[in-house]
C-alpha cells in the first residue's frame, strides 16, 4: 500500500510512470477511482469559464450595515469621571498622602480596561452577526430566484403542453367537420352556377 501511495502521489505531481507502474495503480480499484476523479477534476480545471457577476443594485437587496461603536464616547466619560473623582479625593483629603491615590487610579484604570474590553468584544460579536446575516440574506435571495426560475420553467411547460393539447383537440375537430363536408358533397346533387345580377 506504501508503495502504491508513493506512485499515486508521484503520479498526481506529474512525473512520468512506466506502463508498469501505471498499470499497477489501475489494478487497484480505490486507486483506478482516484486516478479517474484526478483526470475528471484537471479536465474541469482546464475547460472551466468564469461566468461574470451580473450588476445589479445591491444597496436595495441588503440594507447597508454601519459600523458604529454601541459607546460611543463610553471611554471618554469614563476617564473623565474617573480625573474629576481623583481631583475631588486629592482636593477633600490632601493629608492621607499619594498611596491612596495612586491605588485608585490604578484601580480606575484597571476598570476602563476591562470595560474596554468588553466593548471591543461587543463590537466584535455584532460584526460577526451582522455578516452572518448577510450570507444568509444572500442565500435566501440565491433560493428565492431559483424558486422563481424553476415554477416559471414549470407555467411555461403547462402553458405549452395545453397549447398543444388544443391544438390537437381543433385539428381532430376540423378534419370531422372536412369529412362531413365531404360526405355532404359526394352524396348531394351537382352544384348549379347562379347568375350574379346587379339589380
Excluded at 441588503?62 to 464616547?73: A, D, E, H, R
Aim: proline share 3%; charged share 15%.
Amino acid at each position: 500500500m506504501a508503495n502504491l501511495d508513493s506512485l499515486f502521489t508521484a503520479w498526481l505531481e506529474g512525473e512520468s510512470l512506466t506502463e508498469e507502474q501505471i498499470a499497477l495503480l489501475q489494478a487497484n480499484a480505490e486507486y483506478a477511482s482516484m486516478m479517474n476523479n484526478a483526470m475528471q477534476w484537471q479536465q474541469q480545471s482546464q475547460h472551466y469559464e468564469t461566468v461574470p457577476v451580473p450588476n445589479w443594485d445591491r444597496e436595495s437587496t441588503m440594507p447597508k450595515v454601519q459600523k458604529q461603536s454601541l459607546f460611543f464616547g463610553a471611554g471618554v466619560w469614563a476617564v473623565a469621571a474617573s480625573i474629576v473623582f481623583c481631583a475631588w479625593v486629592f482636593v477633600s483629603n490632601p493629608q492621607q498622602g499619594n498611596q491612596q491615590l495612586l491605588e485608585q487610579v490604578a484601580k480606575q484604570t484597571n476598570l476602563l480596561e476591562s470595560q474596554q474590553k468588553q466593548i471591543d468584544q461587543l463590537q466584535n460579536i455584532i460584526t460577526a452577526q451582522n455578516e452572518v446575516q448577510q450570507q444568509q440574506m444572500y442565500q435566501l435571495t440565491k433560493e428565492a430566484i431559483k424558486t422563481g426560475r424553476v415554477e416559471r420553467q414549470e407555467d411555461i411547460a403547462s402553458v405549452l403542453a395545453y397549447i398543444k393539447t388544443q391544438r390537437a383537440q381543433d385539428q381532430a375537430y376540423l378534419r370531422m367537420q372536412l369529412n362531413d363536408l365531404a360526405e355532404q358533397v359526394e352524396g348531394g346533387p351537382l352544384p348549379t352556377v347562379a347568375n350574379n345580377l346587379e339589380y
